[in-house]
């Protein structure tokens, strides 16, 4: 158990609450600092844009339609018994939705929403005031929850168990256990690697959504939602094509929406028409299946330095000098899911459909095996 030296609980409550915003936003950065049009990471231009594109009501909540359908039911189902709704856990990709569908969960059970993330709890000891500051049936968000550190995990279990939490005040001798009692809460976690979630803490979740790419046809109905909230003048084929491009994606859906918009008002008369959305994103550098430079990029190092693959993605990684987790969390699952790269045993290999992407006709060992004869 995490030794903690709190003499009143209560109060310290106040002085303990972080602001749950702020640290949000200190782990949302963009790596590099670099602007990546196709990351599906949170950048600040996003943040200010996502207060008015992101869906309040689960109406409004466009595509993953298993996932909404089920929600409702338990959304329903907790009203009827006036209970709190079961801890949920919410996984998938960067920017499918899962922080919106928190909020969402909140705003239809009537509850406050107190959001954290798993890196910005270092001891659990700041979880003390979050907790003891909980009303009965609030929410809990904790994003990223697969980073949460070992000691503040384990001091979550009862919590989420038992709406208990353990103090231990004092040191040697003198230690004494206090267990304090909480309010029946509602956690959501968001992660965009389940499998990364330790089995005793994925256990104590009873509600568990997967988020997956969404349809290109949605996408169109989220790009047309969003042009009309922002004023945008743009055509369905023109929406088509940029959903087509958008990687499964709603947060790259807007982004490139944004840009395009940009473009047409300097380059154009405003009108967002397909043409002028090809030539925006060509000049972004994204292309028709919504690739952009550091998948590309990807692509071409597992070809020439890797002779294809199996490669693994820390090699990968330090070959582009980016980090691990920009290769895994927003290049590698829509790779994969578009079959240009597929997993092994042994690591990453690319498919022909990568070469003819790419427009290299021969994989590096069918050349190889034709400079033989
Ligand atoms: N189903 C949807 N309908 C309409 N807009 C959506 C939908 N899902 C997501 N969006 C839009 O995409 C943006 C990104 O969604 P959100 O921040 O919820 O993603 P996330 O899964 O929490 O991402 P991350 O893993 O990076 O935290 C939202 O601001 C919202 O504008
Ligand atoms: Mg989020």
């Known amino acids: 158990?995490?030794?903690?030296?709190?003499?009143?609980?209560?109060?310290?409550?106040?002085?303990?609450?972080?602001?749950?915003?702020?640290?949000?936003?200190?782990?949302?950065?963009?790596?590099?600092?670099?602007?990546?049009?196709?990351?599906?990471?949170?950048?600040?231009?996003?943040?200010?844009?996502?207060?008015s594109l992101r869906p309040s009501r689960l109406a409004d909540f466009i595509g993953q339609k298993e996932l909404v359908e089920n929600l409702k039911v338990s959304l329903e189902a907790a009203k009827k018994r006036s209970e709190p709704i079961d801890h949920t856990l919410l996984s998938g990709p960067p920017g499918l939705g899962k922080t919106s569908l928190a909020h969402i969960i909140a705003h239809e059970m009537g509850t406050k929403i107190t959001a954290t993330s798993g890196p910005a709890i270092e001891r659990?000891?700041?979880?003390?005031?979050?907790?003891?500051?909980?009303?009965?049936?609030?929410?809990?968000?904790?994003?990223?929850?697969?980073?949460?550190?070992?000691?503040?995990?384990?001091?979550?279990?009862?919590?989420?168990?038992?709406?208990?939490?353990?103090?231990?005040?004092d040191k040697g001798p003198y230690a004494k256990t206090i267990k304090f009692n909480l309010k029946h809460f509602t956690l959501i976690g968001a992660t965009t690697r389940a499998g990364l979630l330790t089995a005793p803490l994925r256990s104590r979740f009873g509600i568990f959504h997967h988020l997956d790419f969404y349809e290109a046809e949605d996408l169109v109905k989220i790009l047309t939602r969003s042009a009309k909230l922002l004023n945008i003048s743009i055509d369905k084929d023109a929406a088509e094509e940029i959903a087509r491009r958008s990687r499964g994606s709603p947060r790259v859906a807007n982004r490139l929406l944004r840009r395009v918009r940009d473009w047409v008002q300097v380059k154009r008369d405003g009108k967002i028409t397909k043409e002028a959305a090809e030539e925006a994103l060509k000049s972004h550098g994204i292309d028709k299946l919504g690739l952009d430079n550091i998948d590309r990029k990807v692509i071409n190092i597992i070809r020439e330095s890797f002779g294809g693959g199996p490669v693994g993605v820390e090699s990968i990684a330090a070959t582009l000098n980016e980090e691990p987790d920009t290769i895994v969390d927003v290049v590698e699952p829509f790779l994969l899911k578009i079959g240009l790269l597929k997993r092994t045993p042994r690591g990453r290999e690319l498919t022909r459909q990568a070469y003819e992407h790419m427009g290299?006709?021969?994989?590096?060992?069918?050349?190889?095996e034709k400079g033989l004869f």
């Open 124 to 169: 659990a000891g700041d979880l003390i005031g979050i907790l003891t500051n909980l009303a009965q049936g609030d929410i809990l968000f904790i994003d990223e929850i697969h980073r949460l550190s070992k000691t503040v995990e384990e001091f979550i279990y009862p919590a989420m168990e038992n709406f208990e939490i353990d103090f231990v005040i």
């Open 1 to 51: 158990m995490d030794k903690l030296q709190i003499p009143n609980p209560k109060s310290q409550t106040k002085s303990q609450i972080p602001n749950p915003k702020s640290q949000i936003n200190s782990n949302k950065t963009n790596p590099g600092g670099r602007e990546k049009l196709i990351t599906a990471k949170e950048t600040d231009d996003d943040q200010i844009l996502n207060i």
């Open 360 to 368: 290299f006709s021969r994989t590096p060992k069918e050349t190889q």
